[in-house]
Nanobody, 126 residues
């Protein structure tokens, strides 16, 4: 059974850091890209970052470039999103998702992803 489970969210002060994890099962990170997305109340879901399968190529939204870093540990079937210098506008529910097209370069459009985790809340507030 294909599954993605996020963890690591929480409450953090502005300027702080969090590391989100996305544990996957039922498929291999060797073959499929993983995306990170977020959705704030009243807003559409937006792409934050993604990591491709073959070379681990990453891509970032302009709003998080230089602050967020995506990585993966294929042996642990886990993808990470390190978030530094967090801002109140980063507050949202964060999701990871899998693109089940073999070896495709990762994209930041939610429509390109097939399976989703349940999300984890990130709140940046003093």
């Amino acid at each position: 059974q294909l599954q993605l489970v996020e963890s690591g969210g929480g409450l953090v002060q502005p300027g702080g850091s969090l590391r989100l994890s996305c544990a996957v099962s039922g498929f291999s990170l060797d073959y499929y890209a993983i995306g990170w997305f977020r959705q704030a109340p009243g807003k559409e879901r937006e792409g934050v970052s993604c990591i491709s399968s073959r070379r681990g190529t990453t891509n970032y939204a302009d709003s998080v470039k230089g602050r967020f870093t995506a990585s993966r540990d294929n042996a642990k079937n886990t993808v990470y999103l390190q978030m530094n210098s967090l801002k109140p506008e980063d507050t949202a529910v964060y999701y990871c998702a899998a693109d089940m097209r073999l070896f495709r370069q990762c994209m930041l459009s939610p429509q390109e992803y097939d399976y989703w985790g349940q999300g984890t809340q990130v709140t940046v507030s003093s």
